[in-house]
């Protein structure tokens, strides 16, 4: 049984990371997100000592919705994933294909190694539509609303009822 309560004292945290394609670089006639500078961006730094729940995701894009949805060539996706291991949060990259606003993506992660991060791979192209032409570049921009959980008689409790997985993350 997993435990979703989040109990008082656990640390309440927003983190953005914001991902640019440039026109015509590396694809011509597209902005193409997949590039080394939207690849392997840190979310956070994850303690030995803490599970992090991930409550909820935001997306937007520097251009109207509308146009976004009218661009996309290739459905751009989301890979979250621990740094040391690789091992994907999701189990597959979250496709972004609206706008999403405070969309309920539970997820437990904890590491059990020091200096393990939280990352994120971006990924997609777009088109370049009528009502994108003269724009150098659009910005996408992914939000997470992560609790860190610290309290030990909860944290025992979690690692006790989840200790069959014999893993480090944990879908609801």
Same mark, same amino acid.
């Not at 949805?69 to 291991?85: F, G, H, M, S």
């Not at 999701?90 to 997820?107: D, G």
């Given at each position: 049984?997993?435990?979703?309560?989040?109990?008082?004292?656990?640390?309440?945290?927003?983190?953005?990371?914001?991902?640019?394609?440039?026109?015509?670089?590396?694809?011509?006639?597209?902005?193409?997100?997949?590039?080394?500078?939207?690849?392997?961006?840190?979310?956070?730094?994850?303690?030995?000592?803490?599970?992090?729940?991930?409550?909820?995701?935001?997306?937007?894009?520097?251009?109207?919705?509308?146009?976004?949805?009218?661009?996309?060539?290739?459905?751009?996706?989301?890979?979250?994933?621990?740094?040391?291991?690789?091992?994907?949060?999701? =189990?597959?990259?979250?496709?972004?294909?609206?706008?999403?606003?405070?969309?309920?993506?539970?997820?437990?992660?904890?590491?059990?190694?020091?200096?393990?991060?939280?990352?994120?791979?971006?990924?997609?192209?777009?088109?370049?539509?009528?009502?994108?032409?003269?724009?150098?570049?659009?910005?996408?921009?992914?939000?997470?609303?992560?609790?860190?959980?610290?309290?030990?008689?909860?944290? =025992?409790?979690?690692?006790?009822?989840?200790?069959?997985?014999?893993?480090?993350?944990?879908?609801?």
């Amino acid at each position: 049984m997993i435990i979703k309560t989040i109990p008082k004292g656990s640390n309440y945290l927003q983190f953005v990371n914001r991902f640019v394609a440039t026109f015509n670089v590396p694809t011509l006639g597209k902005y193409n997100f997949a590039t080394a500078a939207n690849t392997g961006q840190v979310i956070l730094d994850l303690s030995e000592y803490s599970v992090y729940l991930i409550q909820n995701i935001n997306f937007s894009a520097t251009v109207p919705e509308g146009d976004f949805l009218t661009a996309i060539n290739t459905v751009p996706t989301a890979t979250i994933k621990r740094q040391v291991d690789g091992q994907v949060i999701y =189990q597959k990259p979250l496709p972004l294909v609206s706008y999403l606003k405070s969309n309920e993506a539970i997820a437990y992660v904890w590491s059990k190694r020091k200096g393990d991060r939280l990352i994120v791979d971006f990924a997609g192209l777009l088109n370049q539509p009528a009502p994108l032409v003269g724009l150098a570049s659009v910005t996408a921009q992914l939000q997470l609303d992560i609790y860190q959980i610290t309290d030990e008689n909860w944290l =025992q409790a979690f690692r006790t009822n989840t200790r069959p997985l014999q893993q480090d993350s944990v879908f609801i």
